[in-house]
C-alpha cells in the first residue's frame, strides 16, 4: 500500500470501519452528527521491554522506537505506526512536542526523538516541529502550534502528589502559582488555556524509571526509582494518568510492605474527569491493553 493511501480523514475512517465506535476508541473527537457509545472505554496502551535500558543505564533509542511503534499500532488498531501517526498528525499541523526537562528525571531524549520520527513519517516538516519544556510560551513553533504531543516521566510531586501527564501542561502559564490550591486540585484547568485547548493528540506518560516516593521539593532519590521499563500511550491524559497512578501504588505497598497513601493526594487527576471533563479517571471505563515483558506488571 501506498503510504498516501494511509491518509484518511477522520470521517472516511470511521465510515470505512462501519462503526463510530472504533473512532471513539482510537481517541478520535466526535462530530455533531456522530453517534457517541457511551460504554466504549478509554483505550491505554501499556509497554515494556526489558532490554530497553542498558547494563550501563543508558536509554536504548532503536528499543523505545520499536516500543513506541508497537503502542501506537495497538491504540490504533493499525499494522503500521505510519498509518497509526497520521490518524492523529497531518502534514499541515505544527507539532509542539511538550516534554519535560527536569533535571533527574527528565523525558529521555531517545524518546523525544523516536516521537519526533513519527510527526515526520505523518508528513510534517522538521521546520513545524519543535521540543520544549520551560521555554514552551516564547518557543515560535509553540506559539503557532495546531498539535501537541504531551509526554513526561511519572513521578511523585511534593505539591500535587504525582507528577502527571495532566500536570505537564503547567508551563503554558505564566501564573504557575494559580494552580497550586488543594495540592493543584485544577490542574486541568490548564487544559482549558487558549494554548492548548483541543491540540493535545496524543499523552505518552514514561514508565522507564518511575520515582515512586519523595519527601520534600523537587526530591529525588535513586533509591526510590525501579526499572519499570514501560510506556504508556493514549490520546486521553486521565485514563493514562490513572494507570499509571495504580502502578506507583502497587509499588508503593511492595516496597513498603503496607498501604502508604501518597501525600498530598492526587487528587487532581479525578478532578480532571469530574471538574474539568479532560477524560475519564473510572479504571471500569479503561481498556488496558498490555505488550511485551510482564514480570512484576503490577497491574
Known amino acids: 500500500m501506498k503510504r498516501s493511501e494511509y491518509l484518511l480523514t477522520r470521517r472516511d475512517f470511521i465510515k470505512g470501519t462501519g462503526c463510530a465506535a472504533l473512532g471513539l476508541a482510537a481517541g478520535l473527537p466526535v462530530l455533531a452528527d456522530e453517534t457517541a457509545d457511551p460504554l466504549v472505554k478509554a483505550r491505554v496502551v501499556l509497554v515494556r521491554q526489558e532490554d530497553v535500558i542498558g547494563s550501563d543505564g543508558a536509554i536504548r533509542g532503536e528499543i523505545i522506537q520499536d516500543m513506541l511503534d508497537q503502542a501506537m499500532m495497538a491504540l490504533f488498531d493499525q499494522d503500521d505506526p505510519t498509518a497509526s501517526w497520521?490518524?492523529?498528525?497531518?502534514?499541515?499541523?505544527?507539532?509542539?512536542?511538550?516534554?519535560?526537562?527536569?533535571?533527574?528525571?527528565?523525558?529521555?531524549?531517545?524518546?523525544?526523538?523516536?516521537?519526533?520520527?513519527?510527526?515526520?513519517?505523518?508528513?510534517?516538516?522538521?521546520?513545524?516541529?519543535?521540543?520544549?519544556?520551560?521555554?514552551?510560551?516564547?518557543?515560535?513553533?509553540?506559539?503557532?502550534?495546531?498539535?501537541?504531543?504531551?509526554?513526561?516521566?511519572?513521578?511523585?510531586?511534593?505539591?500535587?502528589?504525582?507528577?502527571?501527564?495532566?500536570?505537564?501542561?503547567?508551563?503554558?502559564?505564566?501564573?504557575?502559582?494559580?494552580?497550586?490550591?488543594?495540592?493543584?486540585?485544577?490542574?486541568?484547568?490548564?487544559?482549558?488555556?487558549?494554548?492548548?485547548?483541543?491540540?493535545?493528540?496524543?499523552?505518552?506518560?514514561?514508565m522507564l524509571t518511575p520515582l515512586f516516593h519523595g519527601r520534600g521539593w523537587h526530591h529525588y532519590d535513586p533509591a526510590y526509582i525501579w526499572p519499570y521499563k514501560g510506556l504508556l500511550v493514549s490520546t486521553d491524559p486521565v485514563a493514562a494518568d490513572t494507570v499509571g497512578l495504580q502502578i506507583l501504588q502497587a509499588k508503593r505497598r511492595a516496597h513498603f510492605g503496607d498501604e502508604r497513601p501518597l501525600k498530598p493526594s492526587p487528587h487532581h487527576i479525578v478532578f480532571a474527569d469530574t471538574r474539568h471533563h479532560l477524560g475519564t479517571s473510572d479504571p471500569g471505563k479503561i481498556e488496558l491493553i498490555r505488550l511485551g515483558w510482564d514480570q512484576d506488571i503490577l497491574i
Open 86 to 206: 497520521k490518524l492523529r498528525i497531518t502534514p499541515d499541523d505544527v507539532v509542539g512536542i511538550k516534554s519535560n526537562e527536569w533535571s533527574d528525571l527528565r523525558t529521555p531524549p531517545e524518546l523525544e526523538q523516536a516521537i519526533k520520527s513519527g510527526v515526520m513519517e505523518a508528513g510534517v516538516p522538521e521546520e513545524n516541529i519543535s521540543i520544549g519544556d520551560r521555554g514552551v510560551r516564547s518557543d515560535p513553533v509553540f506559539r503557532r502550534a495546531t498539535a501537541l504531543i504531551n509526554t513526561r516521566p511519572l513521578r511523585t510531586h511534593a505539591w500535587s502528589g504525582v507528577g502527571s501527564l495532566i500536570k505537564n501542561h503547567i508551563m503554558f502559564t505564566d501564573e504557575p502559582p494559580k494552580y497550586h490550591d488543594n495540592a493543584c486540585a485544577d490542574l486541568g484547568a490548564l487544559w482549558h488555556l487558549p494554548a492548548v485547548k483541543g491540540k493535545t493528540r496524543l499523552n505518552i506518560l514514561v
